[in-house]
């Protein structure tokens, strides 16, 4: 069964304290391990899309690692505005419905 | 922004009463998705549609069901709505087909008192 885990549940860091979030994950076949952000009221919003082990993309003070058990989003320096929840999903080579399979995130705040 | 919109944004109703929450989205995908999210459960997915009259359940169904009529609308119902419904629900869409990456519309607040 696929499953996807999120930790910490919650992390507050002061402004320009660097660390990560980590997505550990279990699926038959890694078709794609995505990061999306979500505001308190909003809908997620779509970071990025890991394809393969050793895959990094970066966005701002975003940079997401991928490994074959596990996904990291580090974040660099951050900003009070980086203050969200932060959401990963995996998607299996059995879904060809592309279902995804959601952690339960990760609460970010940024103290000025 | 993927052009997803839905309606209501916000609704309270009754016990036993139906529902109806509605998806539009203004790029013609073939896929679109209705998810629930709930404090401890993170989103669960209710049903997925995959064309025009082409649906299917996702994990948590029971109770719902959903009909897409046109490519741009994606219907969900609660035939008889029940306080464990009241949740938050958010309509995807899917802009790829092998990888799928899902672009979510602002969501809908659903209380069942």
């Known amino acids: 069964e696929d499953q996807v885990t999120q930790s910490p549940e919650a992390l507050r860091l002061q402004e320009g304290e660097s660390s990560s979030l980590n997505c550990s994950y279990t699926?038959?076949?890694?078709?794609?391990l995505f990061w999306y952000r979500q505001d308190p009221g909003k809908g997620p919003e779509f970071l990025f899309t890991?394809?393969?082990a050793g895959e990094e993309k970066e966005k701002e003070r975003l940079k997401a690692t991928l490994t074959k058990k596990e996904s990291f989003l580090h974040i660099t320096a951050p900003k009070p505005e980086d203050s969200a929840t932060y959401l990963c999903?995996?998607?299996?080579?059995?879904?060809?419905?592309?279902?995804?399979?959601f952690g339960q995130g990760t609460t970010l705040q940024v103290k000025p | 922004d993927a052009g997803i919109t839905q309606s209501p944004r916000h609704k309270v109703t009754e016990t036993g009463t139906p529902v109806t929450l509605r998806c539009h989205q203004t790029?013609?995908?073939?896929?679109m998705y209705w998810y629930r999210q709930d404090p401890g459960h993170g989103l669960r997915l209710i049903h997925y549609?995959?064309?025009?009259?082409?649906?299917d359940k996702g994990e948590v169904s029971d109770g719902y069901s959903v009909s897409r009529s046109k490519t741009e609308d994606f219907l969900l119902t609660l035939e008889s709505a029940t306080s464990s419904q009241t949740s938050v629900y958010f309509c995807?869409?899917?802009?790829?087909?092998?990888?799928?990456?899902?672009?979510f519309g602002p969501g809908t607040r659903l209380t069942v008192t």
């Open positions: 999903a995996v998607q299996g080579s059995s879904s060809n419905t592309g279902k995804l399979i």
């Open positions: 995807a869409i899917s802009v790829k087909q092998v990888v799928n990456e899902q672009y």
């Open positions: 790029e013609n995908h073939r896929y």
């Open positions: 890991l394809y393969s």
């Open positions: 549609s995959y064309g025009v009259k082409d649906t």
């Open positions: 699926v038959s076949g890694l078709r794609g």
